[in-house]
């Protein structure tokens, strides 16, 4: 089943050149083939086609409440996913096509999606002009009545509003007085009309109510509070446990820290220790043990170049957006392993996030660099193989990837019935890459997938998935070893959620939430495994 066959890739790849592995597989091999094909084993394609509808139907029911616009943002997702959803259907059903087909359906999903958007910004166009006098309408009214009041209750929204005495005040909240006094001047009733000051941490929550678009009402509560404070405090509009907006005003020395010397030599040490995993990993899949043979460097150098090409690419993309939005990150902390030579790196946040955009966009970068490169290179060297490649593989191991067994079967054809199947080196270290950045795109904590799950879906959503992914890791631990070493690293380092961002009301747009879908999705498809019968009927491994 699924979880217990996450981990299994990474152990199939290391074993590749293996002899006496070959030989001991070939008897099981053998038997496979005489195994009747029966529906009920189809279980791999049939979860992954239900977590896509799921998604897909999960997308829907956010989107029905904002009408035609969440509609076709809805749409653009089913267009980015649908021929991928196709992909596979057709392949769980004996179909698969060849790769200019493959093509022909992602430019044809692109091209789709590119022209929902434009519907989408007219859409948006025309209904920006409805809205504005809508907020107009509500700011007139609120001019006359205080907000959450009637006409006939004005006592009781003066009560509301009245705040306890100066005195009492002052001493539980832990900002001076001019400091408190200068922070709520800034608040009014067209942008959020504060009606209860509470003391938080180093700082103050002001319970209220929002008037206006919440990107708008941060900027302009920003600038005011820089204004008049200059650089010394924080301002985060976020929801409360209600899900009602609130502000916190936090002091700038709760900002996030910089690397410290000793993060940074901890830092390197990692660096050190990936690059002789990388190794060692190369010598593995070449069938010897490089710590053994340092000489042999040479051999093993392409392989593990490879990794360092889907570590460095991932980590190139997240820099650059960063950079772009003025976000500071940490010095990278690459976590080791034998097994596969590094599971990603963890980059922390040397800066406050402006918004939930940004998060999805950092994260995302790194995790479709990576993917992207790996992809690549598992699709060239597929294309470059033929008889007497330097990797021979058994048939066997390309059932431990639906996404990798399909692209396999769609580029080799036939090829995969014999028991062993000669490829490129550039298969495997693609493949190597694809599990390195699935792994990283599981939905939990500071993992690539926790933030985008975080950003799109915010931090309750996150926090669930997190706990999901825990499970999951859990069970799969039962079976293989490596992924309870992924769980206990996740639990020390990263199982915590990112911060909240400044302005954690404003989600990400449509586009971001439907490739943010699109990359779980592909996460899913790299890690869960082909059935036996459904390897079978399509002829991997006969």
């Known amino acids: 089943m699924f979880p217990a066959n996450i981990f299994h890739i990474s152990q199939n790849l290391i074993l590749l050149l293996d002899r006496s592995a070959i030989g001991r597989l070939k008897p099981v091999l053998a038997q496979a083939t005489e195994m009747p094909i029966t529906a009920s084993e189809n279980t791999a394609t049939i979860a992954l086609l239900l977590v896509a509808a799921g998604i897909l139907g999960w997308g829907f029911y956010r989107a029905r409440p904002f009408g035609k616009l969440g509609i076709l943002a809805w749409l653009q997702s089913v267009a980015l996913m649908s021929p991928w959803l196709l992909f596979f259907s057709l392949f769980a059903a004996g179909i698969y096509l060849n790769l200019v087909a493959v093509l022909l359906l992602l430019v044809a999903s692109t091209g789709l999606y590119i022209y929902l958007g434009r519907q989408l910004r007219q859409a948006a166009s ?12 509500k700011s007139q009214s609120d001019s006359f009545f205080p907000p959450d009041s009637q006409p006939d209750s004005a006592e009781k929204t003066a009560n509301t509003v009245t705040p306890p005495p100066a005195t009492n005040e002052l001493e539980i909240i832990p900002v001076p007085a001019e400091d408190l006094k200068a922070i709520k001047s800034i608040f009014g009733i067209d942008t959020f009309f504060a009606t209860e000051t509470i003391p938080y941490q180093d700082g103050v929550i002001l319970k209220g109510n929002l008037r206006g678009d919440a990107e708008q009402v941060h900027s302009r509560l920003t600038a005011s509070l820089e204004e008049r404070l200059n650089d010394r405090y924080r301002l985060f509009l976020v929801d409360n446990q209600d899900d009602k907006p609130v502000v916190i005003i936090l002091p700038s020395t709760n900002d996030p820290q910089p690397t410290t010397v000793s993060q940074k030599i901890l830092a390197v040490v990692l660096l050190l220790a990936t690059i002789a995993t990388s190794l060692e990993t190369g010598g593995l899949l070449l069938g010897f043990d490089f710590f053994n043979s340092p000489d042999r460097y040479l051999e093993v150098l392409p392989i593990a170049a490879g990794i360092w090409a889907v570590l460095g690419s991932g980590e190139i993309a997240r820099r650059v957006v960063a950079n772009r939005y003025k976000i500071r990150l940490s010095w990278p902390f690459f976590i080791p392993t034998l097994q596969i030579g590094c599971f990603g790196a963890i980059d922390r946040f040397e800066s406050l996030l ?5 998060l999805f966009d950092i994260a995302f970068a790194g995790a479709a660099a990576g993917g992207i490169v790996s992809l690549l290179m598992l699709v060239t060297g597929l294309l470059l193989s033929h008889p007497g490649s330097l990797f021979q593989v058994p048939a066997e191991y390309f059932k431990g990837s639906v996404l990798v067994g399909a692209l396999t079967k769609v580029v080799l054809g036939s090829a995969l019935q014999q028991p062993i199947v000669d490829v490129h080196p550039l298969v495997v270290i693609g493949w190597l890459g694809l599990v390195i950045t699935a792994i990283n795109l599981m939905p939990a904590g500071q993992l690539d997938g926790g933030r985008i799950v975080q950003a799109i879906y915010g931090r309750k959503t996150a926090s669930r998935a997190t706990l999901a992914t825990f499970v999951v890791l859990a069970i799969a631990s039962l079976v293989n070893p490596l992924a309870l070493y992924w769980a206990i690293v996740i639990l ?45 009927r399509l002829g991997i491994g006969n």
């Not at 402006?354 to 940004?358: C, Q, S």
């Open 126 to 137: 025309d209904a920006a002009p409805k809205s504005r006098d809508a907020a107009e309408a």
């Open 354 to 358: 402006p918004n939930r955009k940004v």
């Open 492 to 536: 020390i380092l990263q199982r915590n959620l990112e911060r909240p961002s400044l302005n954690e009301l404003t989600e990400p747009d449509d586009a971001r939430a439907a490739l943010g879908l699109l990359a779980l999705f592909l996460m899913v498809a790299a890690l869960l495994p082909l059935t036996p019968a459904l390897a079978g």
